[in-house]
C-alpha cells in the first residue's frame, strides 16, 4: 500500500514540472542570446527580496501571485523564478490569461551563470 503512496506523491511532482500547453521552455544559454530582444517582455516571478539580491537586468520584478495583466499580449512574454517551478505555474496562469508567446526559463535563476 505504501508504494500506491509513492507513485501518486512521484506523479503529483512530476505532472507539476511538466510545461504547460502551448509554453515554450528555454535554457539560461538560449535566454543570454534574446536579452536585447525588443520584442520580448522579461518577467522575474520570484519574490521582491530574492530579486533584490540578485537579478537580471532586463528582467521586471512580477511576484508570483500578482496581476499579469497589464503586460502587453502582443510581446513573447519570457518567465524566470530561482528553480522555474514558479515560472512554470506563471506561464500556465499566463496562458489562461490568453497569452499567446509564453516562454518559461527551464532551471531559473539557479542556473544562470
Not at 500506491?4 to 514540472?17: D, E, N, Q, Y
Not at 509554453?23 to 521582491?48: G, H
Not at 502587453?72 to 490569461?97: F, H, T, W, Y
Request: charged residues 25%; aromatic residues 10%.
Amino acid at each position: 500500500m505504501e508504494w500506491v503512496f509513492i507513485v501518486v506523491i512521484v506523479g503529483f511532482f512530476a505532472w507539476r514540472l511538466m510545461p504547460s500547453k502551448g509554453v515554450k521552455t528555454i535554457s539560461t544559454a538560449e535566454l543570454k542570446n534574446m536579452l536585447n530582444d525588443q520584442d520580448k517582455v522579461f518577467v522575474d516571478v520570484r519574490t521582491p527580496s530574492e530579486y533584490k539580491a540578485q537579478n537580471i537586468r532586463q528582467f521586471k520584478n512580477i511576484p508570483l501571485g500578482s496581476s499579469f495583466e497589464k503586460l502587453p499580449k502582443d510581446k513573447e512574454i519570457v518567465v524566470i523564478c530561482q528553480s522555474g517551478m514558479r515560472s512554470n505555474n506563471a506561464c500556465k496562469k499566463l496562458k489562461k490569461l490568453g497569452y499567446d508567446r509564453v516562454t518559461n526559463v527551464r532551471g531559473g535563476m539557479s542556473a544562470w551563470r
